[in-house]
T-cell receptor, first 107, second 114 residues
Framework: KNEVEQSPQNLTAQEGEFITINCSYSVGISALHWLQQHPGGGIVSLFMLSSGKKKHGRLIATINIQEKHSSLHITASHPRDSAVYICAVRATNKLIFGTGTLLAVQP | EAGVTQFPSHSVIEKGQTVTLRCDPISGHDNLYWYRRVMGKEIKFLLHFVKESKQDESGMPNNRFLAERTGGTYSTLKVQPAELEDSGVYFC????????????FGQGTRLTVV
């Protein structure tokens, strides 16, 4: 079992839908990252959080430290949101990654 | 300001050959990390430099992999001799001094060993 589990692994949505991607982890962490990777592109950091909630545009990330769970929400999804979304936790001095969620938003 | 840059973006080599990947971190970033994604698996940690010192190399798969960061600036990751299972995407990330600072990733190097 991976130390960082994401669900779902694949997600197809219609443009405009509200999307939630979940991440659970089993190790002690100092921070959690949500990352985005477009096809053929590099990895971009969306959020780094250690408690509560952060919002950036249509993206919202929450974390519950006690439950060891985080969610990434996308409101009013758009085809340009199609990408792989990766949850990674910082444990000691390195990141431990989930397998990623492949999101496809159809027009 | 330039981000993290990696070179080459793609490399195709034959089994048994040597390949050297390069990472230029963001200027002033003491922390430099190498990660790897092999086909169908999650990205995994290889090693961590703080300036020129190897802080943690617990993720290096075997002694065919050698990472250096002379002078604490750019880093190289050499695979010698390359094996088929070394194929994957190698990512470099850097972050400013400190334990819990945001990491910035390079575009990755896609290595294919045939």
């Amino acid at each position: 079992k991976n130390e960082v589990e994401q669900s779902p692994q694949n997600l197809t949505a219609q443009e405009g839908e509200f999307i939630t991607i979940n991440c659970s982890y089993s190790v002690g962490i100092s921070a959690l990252h949500w990352l985005q990777q477009h096809p053929g592109g590099g990895i971009v950091s969306l959020f780094m959080l250690s408690s509560g909630k952060k919002k950036h545009g249509r993206l919202i990330a929450t974390i519950n430290i006690q439950e060891k769970h985080s969610s990434l929400h996308i409101t009013a999804s758009h085809p340009r949101d199609s990408a792989v979304y990766i949850c990674a936790v910082r444990a000691t001095n390195k990141l431990i990654f989930g397998t990623g969620t492949l999101l496809a938003v159809q027009p | 300001e330039a981000g993290v840059t990696q070179f080459p973006s793609h490399s195709v080599i034959e089994k048994g050959q040597t390949v050297t990947l390069r990472c230029d971190p963001i200027s002033g970033h003491d922390n430099l990390y190498w990660y790897r994604r092999v086909m169908g698996k999650e990205i995994k940690f290889l090693l961590h430099f703080v300036k020129e010192s190897k802080q943690d190399e617990s993720g290096m798969p075997n002694n065919r992999f050698l990472a250096e960061r002379t002078g604490g600036t750019y880093s190289t990751l050499k695979v010698q001799p390359a094996e088929l299972e070394d194929s994957g995407v190698y990512f470099c990330a850097s972050s400013s001094p400190g334990m819990n600072t945001e990491a910035f990733f390079g575009q990755g190097t896609r290595l294919t060993v045939v």
